[in-house]
């Protein structure tokens, strides 16, 4: 049973138990050193929250105040964290505030929701109290490097993407970190005989335009075997199906989980419905041992989906592989986005080959099985 406390006070020891998490999290030039942090503290001491389960730091949180020159650096992706310097770093004081949320780490052994919770209550205590003492953070840069990073920031600290980083990471804005934003409650369903047609229909209705994958759905039925891929889903709200989200693997790349089949119904757009499934399935995916998550997409056919892939992402790029379905490469302008599912840096996908074509001959399939069947009057 964990015996979580939270601390303010930082030293030496708590440093290099943060350090060690950061291995771990971060790639190697992202790794604090006692050194700097200590420049850090010296400058404000205040910027550490530390989540500690008995003498053993669980992990902790980074959020410092920077002068305006700084911020607006940072603003406008031209500097990295680790590259702070004490003339960088403001103590907090009354009035108004502009900070770094620098980094977030826990522990791997610790991720299962709990230990998050109650880094984050203490962290929510510390920016309580600074409001008592009329210290009002006005805004704040959050630089993600990892998926979880991005969560976090849109989820908690109610943040909304702003560019690229200079750490190849995601900058993320907020002037409202106290605001209960309540993110929509979904659910999924899984494809099953009963729900067959309704996910079909949706389907269709999201990418008639350009393919089908009925005949995809029908085959996953037939074959399927406990937790294995692909995947389907209806995406629920509030006892509603509004979209549809799902998995699926390629054979020769082992280590790649892909998106499959994701989209909602415009009338449940701009509500937080897709972002949140988005985060839901990219959960799932970790359950299959993989260690990237990858999705294929056209810029131009779906459009409207790329402002999501764009801020949920770690790595976006052409597809260009001079063997596949050069149509959808040159006028759909297709694009690979990616992210790491486990420690370590995401790399790009590099154009291999990802058999576009066979999308061709599943929409031809499914338009036939889909009249057959009787699923949509044509």
């Given at each position: 049973m964990s015996n979580f406390k939270i601390t303010y006070e930082a030293n030496d020891e708590l440093l290099k138990q943060?350090?060690?998490?950061?291995?771990?999290?971060?790639?190697?030039?992202?790794?604090?050193?006692?050194?700097?942090?200590?420049?850090?503290?010296?400058?404000n001491?205040?910027?550490?929250?530390?989540?500690?389960?008995?003498?053993?730091?669980?992990?902790?949180?980074?959020?410092?105040?920077?002068?305006?020159?700084?911020?607006?650096?940072?603003?406008?992706?031209?500097?990295?964290?680790?590259?702070?310097?004490?003339?960088?770093?403001?103590?907090?004081?009354?009035?108004?505030?502009?900070?770094?949320?620098?980094?977030?780490?826990?522990?791997?052994?610790?991720?299962?929701?709990?230990?998050?919770?109650?880094?984050?209550?203490?962290?929510?205590?510390?920016?309580k109290n600074f409001e008592k003492q009329g210290i009002h953070i006005k805004d704040v840069v959050i630089d993600c490097v990892s998926v979880d990073g991005i969560k976090y920031s849109i989820d908690k600290l109610n943040a909304n993407y702003v560019k690229k980083s200079k750490s190849e990471g995601k900058l993320y804005y907020s002037n409202n970190i106290?605001?209960?934003?309540?993110?929509p409650k979904i659910s999924f369903e899984l494809l099953n005989r009963k729900n067959l047609k309704e996910i079909a229909q949706i389907q269709y209705q999201l990418f008639k335009d350009y393919w089908c994958g009925y005949a995809d759905f029908l085959l996953e039925i037939e074959n399927r075997q406990k937790n294995k891929l692909p995947l389907t889903y209806l995406i629920k709200h509030k006892g509603k199906s509004v979209g549809i989200i799902g998995l699926y693997e390629l054979e020769e790349y082992k280590d790649v989980v892909w998106l499959n089949w994701y989209g909602v119904l415009p009338e449940y757009r701009n509500h937080g419905i897709g972002t949140h499934a988005f985060f839901k399935i990219v959960e799932l995916a970790r359950n299959y041992g993989k260690k990237e998550f990858r999705l294929v997409?056209?810029?131009?056919?779906?459009?409207?989906?790329?402002?999501?892939?764009?801020?949920?992402?770690?790595i976006a790029e052409e597809y260009k592989n001079k063997n596949d379905w050069q149509y959808g490469?040159?006028?759909?302008?297709?694009?690979?986005?990616?992210?790491?599912?486990?420690?370590?840096?995401?790399?790009?996908?590099?154009?291999?080959?990802?058999n576009l074509n066979d999308d061709i001959r599943l929409h031809n399939e499914s338009l036939r099985k889909l009249k057959e069947d009787k699923i949509i009057d044509f």
């Open positions: 943060a350090i060690e998490i950061d291995k771990h999290v971060f790639n190697k030039a992202e790794v604090g050193n006692i050194d700097m942090c200590k420049k850090w503290l010296e400058a001491k205040d910027i550490y929250t530390f989540l500690l389960d008995g003498d053993v730091l669980v992990g902790y949180i980074n959020f410092i105040r920077l002068t305006d020159e700084c911020f607006e650096k940072f603003y406008k992706g031209q500097t990295k964290d680790y590259k702070l310097s004490l003339s960088d770093i403001l103590p907090f004081t009354k009035g108004e505030n502009r900070c770094l949320f620098m980094s977030i780490a826990i522990r791997k052994d610790y991720r299962d929701g709990e230990a998050i919770i109650e880094l984050r209550k203490g962290f929510d205590t510390k920016l106290f605001e209960n934003r309540t993110m997409t056209y810029r131009v056919w779906n459009n409207k989906a790329q402002k999501i892939y764009r801020k949920t992402t770690q490469i040159n006028v759909g302008k297709a694009m690979i986005y990616s992210l790491s599912l486990v420690d370590k840096k995401i790399s790009k996908w590099k154009n291999k080959f990802i």
